[in-house]
């Protein structure tokens, strides 16, 4: 157990330098404890040092720790699956694209760069991945439903989709359901409290999911619950389709202990930080790069994954055949782009998987011109575009229990079924200014032009003033901060 616990000391320092190294980029790095004759006002050293050096710390101990099946605590400590996994994320950090300073002008933006040696880390997160998969430790046995309501249920198997979450406690810290999850607006009457959902997907990631994907309903929730005075109970309403469609993946009516009234933070819902599906992809991806071309290996790892995702009677068209059709480096890198965006919606990964691909500028400008395309073509479905048939408006009534009966979500209805409300939904991406359509007044905040055109776009953090103030001038901004 010594041993074990050594490597968790190693697994977390490495985790909390891959948060560092992915938002501040390079930053100091000790690899020892402080001693008296240090010197205490360190520089910032070159994030592939730091990268290389943590992920060797990994595979130096990952032989000597348990899975969490061998675990008192399963996922909820560092273990052995995890760190394989922890390596595999860490190496393809290492081996991807990511924001570096120009040194000899601090008040520029930049550039995107990937290391030469990046073969070699994408080599290392094969092989690690590969180990876990080979091991026969975890499975994808849950329904995808089941991940994470075991979260709120506070159970946590050890040979399953989750490989490591950070552990919560009731009453105590989280802000897992209430943050992040279904939205319950506030009141002071439910014994579930409410939650101040900050969170949200988009409607064009919404509908970009395919048909029969189980993941969408549960990533994207088109509703909210509130309190009815009337009926002394939460009810469903629609959810305001700009700013409210949540992550449904965690829901404080889901946990295993209610909070009680007012109850808010504090949900003691775990947050995931490695998950089983991740690795398959995160294999099936280096595989891909590696050969060229993918491998049939790296093709059932992507075919475990989407046949969670779909029920039994889609497996030979939305996993075979889809999957066996991606047949060069490309097509695979573009489904896999986008199988992860499917599968890892709210879970904090997004961002750094576009990073590491230098896709996120690209994908947030397509996402801006998504979002308009959608409002104009949900408007004038008979003028064509992709978005034609998503619905303009969708209709609502109450059944008994206080849930919602939505009809037209999946299609762009012309006419108001008997007994229901119309609720116009796709079409609010895009509002009137002087008699012409233009985007949403939130979206142009969120995504703003000077932003987007900035190229290479600056997404890393600054270091703080007072920090910068306190190092003796030992660390400076860059990146034009």
């Excluded at 360190?42 to 050096?53: C, K, L, M, S, V």
């Excluded at 092989?127 to 994808?140: A, Q, V």
């Excluded at 590491?356 to 064509?384: A, H, T, V």
Aim: negative net charge.
């Amino acid at each position: 157990m010594i041993r074990h616990l050594y490597g968790e000391a190693k697994a977390i320092r490495a985790l909390m330098y891959l948060e560092l190294t992915r938002n501040w980029g390079d930053v100091p790095f000790l690899t020892r404890e402080t001693r008296f004759d240090d010197n205490f006002y360190p520089g910032a050293t070159n994030r592939d040092t730091i990268q290389a050096h943590v992920i060797e710390d990994l595979i130096e101990v990952e032989p000597t720790m348990y899975y969490a099946s061998e675990l008192t605590e399963k996922v909820e400590r560092l273990n052995r699956g995890a760190v394989q996994g922890l390596i595999a994320r860490l190496a393809l950090t290492r081996g991807g694209w990511s924001l570096r300073p120009d040194l000899n002008n601090p008040s520029a933006p930049g550039q995107m760069y990937r290391p030469a040696d990046y073969l070699k880390y994408y080599q290392i997160a094969a092989d690690y991945s590969r180990k876990l998969i080979e091991s026969g430790r975890h499975t994808l046995a849950s329904s995808f439903r089941e991940v994470f309501y075991n979260q709120c249920q506070e159970i946590y198997p050890g040979n399953d989709d989750m490989l490591y979450e950070v552990a919560m406690a009731l009453n105590y810290n989280s802000a897992v359901g209430h943050n992040i999850g279904v939205r319950i607006e506030k009141n002071s009457f439910s014994i579930y409290g409410f939650s101040n959902v900050y969170y949200n997907v988009t409607l064009p990631f919404m509908y970009s999911f395919a048909q029969g994907d189980v993941r969408r309903d549960i990533s994207c929730v088109p509703y909210m619950w509130q309190w009815n005075e009337e009926t002394g109970r939460l009810e469903q309403e629609p959810a305001d389709p700009v700013r409210r469609v949540c992550v449904g993946k965690w829901s404080k009516l889901d946990m295993k202990t209610p909070q009680g009234y007012n109850g808010e933070y504090n949900t003691g819902i775990n947050w995931p930080i490695i998950r089983y599906a991740d690795v398959l992809l995160m294999f099936a991806e280096a595989e891909n790069e590696l050969k060229g071309a993918p491998t049939d290996s790296a093709r059932m790892a992507l075919k475990e994954v989407r046949k969670r995702a779909f029920p039994a009677d889609l497996h030979a068209t939305m996993v075979d055949e889809y999957v066996d059709g991606l047949t060069d480096h490309d097509t695979f890198f573009d489904a896999l782009v986008n199988e992860r965006a499917w599968e890892f919606a709210g879970e904090s990964i997004r961002k750094y998987d576009l990073i590491r691909w230098n896709l996120l500028r690209e994908k947030l400008i397509e996402l801006k011109q998504n979002l308009f395309d959608m409002g104009i073509q949900s408007r004038n479905p008979s003028g064509g575009g992709k978005y034609a048939n998503v619905p303009n408006y969708i209709y609502y009534k109450k059944n008994s229990d206080g849930t919602l009966d939505i009809k037209g979500l999946d299609q762009n209805m012309t006419s108001t079924p008997t007994g229901y409300t119309r609720y116009q939904w796709c079409g609010r991406m895009v509002e009137t200014q002087n008699g012409e359509f233009i985007l949403k007044k939130e979206y142009n905040y969120y995504y703003r032009d000077v932003v987007l055109n900035q190229d290479p776009m600056v997404y890393l953090y600054p270091i703080h003033k007072d920090v910068i103030a306190e190092s003796m001038g030992s660390l400076k901004n860059y990146y034009g901060k």
